[in-house]
């Protein structure tokens, strides 16, 4: 499966921004999605994750509250609606997408096979 990353912009404090990473080659309903964020000099880390299965959803601390993440079958793909944005959100971000991520792994990059380009995302204050 390919992943397309999109939506990034330059947004104010308080702005809301959605993401979208888009999958063509495969059906998108059978794989664990999630996105993950990076900035210069720091490891990717893991912002919200949507299983396969039943469509759970499990949320970083840092943005629990504030972004949401959902499937949009009919267009075969994964929106990160993203709300009251701080400037601490400010990084590139990355979606990611495997069939076999258990919940142990969900928040690690390593688990996944498949990585979108990033959209960068900077939030001004």
């Known amino acids: 499966v390919q992943l397309q990353a999109s939506g990034g912009g330059l947004v104010q404090a308080d702005d809301s921004l959605r993401l979208s990473c888009a999958a063509s080659?495969?059906?998108?309903?059978?794989?664990?999605v999630a996105w993950f964020r990076q900035t210069p000099g720091k490891e990717r880390e893991f912002v919200a994750g949507?299983?396969?299965?039943?469509?759970?959803?499990y949320y970083a601390d840092s943005v629990r509250g504030r972004f949401t993440i959902s499937r949009v079958s009919a267009e075969n793909t994964v929106n990160l609606q993203m709300n009251s944005l701080r400037p601490e959100d400010t990084a590139a971000y990355y979606c990611?997408?495997?069939?076999?991520?258990?919940?142990?792994?969900?928040?690690?990059?390593?688990?996944?096979?498949?990585w979108g380009q990033g959209t960068l995302v900077t939030v001004s204050s």
């Open positions: 080659g495969r059906t998108f309903s059978g794989y664990t």
């Open positions: 949507i299983f396969r299965s039943y469509g759970r959803t």
């Open positions: 990611a997408a495997s069939q076999n991520i258990i919940f142990s792994s969900l928040r690690q990059p390593s688990a996944y096979h498949y």
